[in-house]
């Protein structure tokens, strides 16, 4: 009888069905604690100390997650992120010790998903995890159940089926998160949605410590389809706008 695994977050995997996660970070001591968490979690985990080998482990390995520090030796997280999306697509988390905010918009630029900054705590690491993956296996089942027709708001289109983009026609690639930023926005246009609403809507995080996260979607989301089709209401938080009828 095949045994099951219960996770500290009450997740139950079997041995077979591990996810793999690749941890790429030169602290030793953060290191072996984000793999023991995961490990505690049911995830099978591999890790890298340098930009190469971090390519090298991802090519090999074929990882489901990237947990990516920006700062390593060799060459930095964002090349590494450059380049094992250019193999092939899978959500990274990216880390930095720097709570610099155009850090985090240079990693979503480059394809990272979500970002956390350090320190940080392993349960709310663990959870970011799980979302990730979770949000790709809605995205895989998005994709074989094709709803009818695209929505059009003005000049923006929005293929739920095909997961895709465009603005006056043209191709707007997201990444994952950001596609489930704009449909979460563009569910209920011109609605004002809160912080606390998207973060719990998009990436099931309720704690409001991980509200800077949506700024910083939602700042990448404006340079990719145009800074005036997302209002900012202060102290609140945002709504699409769309053309008046």
């Avoid at 697509?89 to 850090?103: H, K, N, S």
């Avoid at 392993?122 to 709803?147: D, F, G, K, Y």
Wanted: charged share 25%; with cysteine.
């Amino acid at each position: 009888m095949e045994q099951t695994h219960t996770s500290q977050s009450g997740a139950t995997t079997t041995p077979g069905a591990q996810r793999r996660v690749l941890v790429v970070e030169d602290d030793p001591t953060i290191v072996d604690a984000i793999a023991a968490r995961l490990r505690a979690e049911g995830f099978s985990v591999q890790t890298a100390a340098d930009g190469p080998a971090a390519v090298d482990t991802a090519e090999a390995w074929q990882p489901d997650l990237l947990i990516l520090d920006i700062m390593l030796p060799g060459f930095d997280g964002l090349e590494v992120c450059r380049r094992v999306q250019a193999q092939r697509p899978v959500p990274v988390l990216m880390l930095t010790a720097r709570d610099d905010e155009t850090d985090m918009l240079v990693g979503l630029g480059v394809g990272a998903d979500d970002y956390m900054t350090k320190p940080f705590s392993m349960r709310e690491l663990a959870a970011r995890v799980h979302v990730l993956l979770r949000r790709v296996e809605r995205a895989a089942v998005a994709a074989s159940t094709p709803r009818s027709g695209i929505l059009r708001l003005g000049e923006l289109e929005i293929d739920h089926a095909q997961r895709r983009v465009r603005v006056r026609s043209e191709d707007v690639h997201l990444t994952p998160t950001e596609f489930d930023l704009l449909v979460c926005l563009a569910n209920t246009p011109r609605a004002v949605l809160s912080r606390e609403q998207l973060l719990a809507e998009v990436w099931d995080w309720a704690d409001a410590s991980g509200t800077r996260t949506v700024d910083s979607h939602i700042k990448a989301l404006r340079r990719k389809i145009g800074a005036e089709r997302i209002r900012t209401v202060h102290g609140v938080g945002y709504a699409l706008e769309t053309p008046t009828p």
